[in-house]
């Protein structure tokens, strides 16, 4: 074996040293705590296993004078060179409790644009959903593009009321379908639109989503993005659906000749995201434009699962939980870009905070302590599909 990343991070208020991959810069920050912890995590490769396939978090070591965190508690946790963990002995709590209660009372809700998908490919800004369409019309295209370069940066702005905020965002999801309408969307377009683009899903989104039906765990996908859109590129992109994978995102209307007339139910933008729009989840479709209906039981079935693992890239994609009455969340965030501005807010608001790049393997990893199953069969399910951990 040989050591090719490391990591060091004091987790406490009173005290932090970040050694990142790759990096011997360290990072200092006094605070007036007494409580810390420090942990240790190594990733190795092993000669006999492939080179895309990583063993993270070997040993973990916690010294305290206030917080018991056991070293058993702190294997269970997710500490490599691109995770932070702000607070690891509620996260092992909160584990427990969902392990505990078992797969029956669990489900996943997620985020889509930079969650799912890969925030770079090939070096460069990843497509979003509204990002890949094309309408067949170049006036209409750059008049949504007008728009995104207006709105984009309200979005992420640090100084805008988020009350202000929701309405900038209502405003430009409002116009932007408005256009779609107005230019005469086609679902033809939309399958071009897909085939032609390079969005790509994150590795390892796939077989969490295999696991993940094959243990009847729902997922729930929220996105202010395009349902029909989306569910296209599961389509072409995965070439497959899954039977437990629901969409809740801005759903389209079309008519016999598939020409767009209007979209269904509320508006969804990026700071709305929430359960309240459940009503509008659906099943994965097998056609573009086909609506099936008749899923409000199911739904309410969905409900009644109480311990949720939320996984998002933006602060807005917290609030996808609000009006589930669940018992225990975890929320995994992944923190793309703007790492040194945004991290302390998002490891604040996040249990677990991914780094640029990570990939579903840590996701799947998690999901596996959470059904109760054995970590050596992750590895071994990772390293038949030949995941590659590296983008």
Known sequence: MRIISCCTRLHAPTTRISLFRHNHHHKLTPSSTRCFSHSVSLSLHCNNQPLSVKSFLLFSVCFSQDCS???????????????????????????????????????????????????????VRGMSIHGILQQGNADYDAKREALYEHYHP?????????????????????????????????????KQSVADSSIAFRDGVVELFEFLEDKEIPVLIFSAGLADVIEEVLRQKLHRTFKNVKIVSNRMVFDDDGLLVSFKGKLIHVLNKNEHALDMAALLHDNLGVDNGGEGEENAYVKQRTNVLLLGDHMGDLRMSDGLNYDTRISIGFLNDNVEKSLESYRKAFDIVYLRFCCFFVGLKRMMRLCGELWRLLLSYFQQKKVNCNA
């Open 154 to 190: 309200l979005e992420f702005s640090p100084v805008i009321p988020l009350e202000e905020k929701t309405k900038l965002m209502e405003e430009w999801w409002s116009k932007t379908h408005n256009l779609l309408v107005e230019g005469g969307l086609t679902y033809d377009a939309i």
């Open 69 to 123: 965190v056991s070293r058993h508690q702190m294997e269970q946790l997710d500490l490599s060179a691109n995770t932070v963990i702000d607070h690891p002995r509620a996260l092992t709590d909160k584990t427990t409790l969902i392990r505990d209660a078992g797969p029956s009372k669990f489900q996943v809700i997620a985020d889509f644009d930079g969650t799912l998908t890969r925030y770079r490919v090939n070096g």
